[in-house]
């Protein structure tokens, strides 16, 4: 999208200086088009959003927070291992739901 607005620009700016005198017409249309290749261009290269901050008090709700270049929290009613990198241990728990069926 950016290049053809950019020929577009090109093409309306020749249009603005005729044999016949200035064009207040194409003018417009020219100021017009360089605007909305200006607008194409920053929306195509502006840079990704940011990860969001983490809360100032350093955790969550439950008052955990992850220090440390590896670290994790995990809240809710999760199950899993977690590998956080060179010489992690897993640690993997099992609750057992048994139901009498007498």
Do not use: K
Not at 64 to 91: C, F, H, L, Y
């Amino acid at each position: 999208m950016s290049v053809p607005l950019g020929v577009g620009t090109a093409v309306a700016s020749n249009q603005v200086l005729t044999d016949a005198g200035w064009s207040w017409g194409w003018t417009g249309v020219a100021v017009a088009v360089a605007a909305a290749g200006a607008l194409v261009a920053f929306w195509l290269t502006r840079p990704s959003a940011a990860e969001p901050d983490p809360p100032s008090d350093g955790g969550g709700p439950s008052g955990v927070s992850a220090t440390g270049e590896r670290s994790v929290v995990v809240r809710g009613e999760n199950s899993g291992i977690i590998s956080t990198g060179d010489g992690a241990t897993n640690i993997q728990t099992r609750q057992d739901h048994t139901t009498d069926e007498g």
